[in-house]
């Protein structure tokens, strides 16, 4: 059943996954296909912890302090999300 494997991105790539090694995985077609580019448990897991957040307010804090962004884009982009 090797031949029903297909390579999927674990992060969608159209969701702005790697292509790498760490974000790959084999499953069947079928699987692949119904899958489409939503994101599986394990990543819904790990966007739904407070770790996750925790480390994406750092990063975005290190480059307004860095200067690499502005703070006011953030602040726009986090009010134009939907809730």
């Known amino acids: 059943m090797i031949d029903y494997l297909q390579g999927d991105h674990r992060w969608p790539y159209s969701l702005f996954g790697e292509t790498s090694w ?8 079928s699987c692949n296909a119904a899958k489409s580019n939503r994101l599986d448990s394990d990543v819904r897991r790990l966007l739904g912890s407070g770790a996750f957040r925790s480390q994406v307010v750092a990063y975005l804090q290190k480059h307004v302090e860095q200067g690499t962004i502005a703070s006011d884009v953030i602040l726009k982009s986090i009010l134009s999300c939907p809730p």
Do not use: E, F, V
């Open 22 to 29: 760490p974000n790959y995985q084999l499953i069947c077609g």
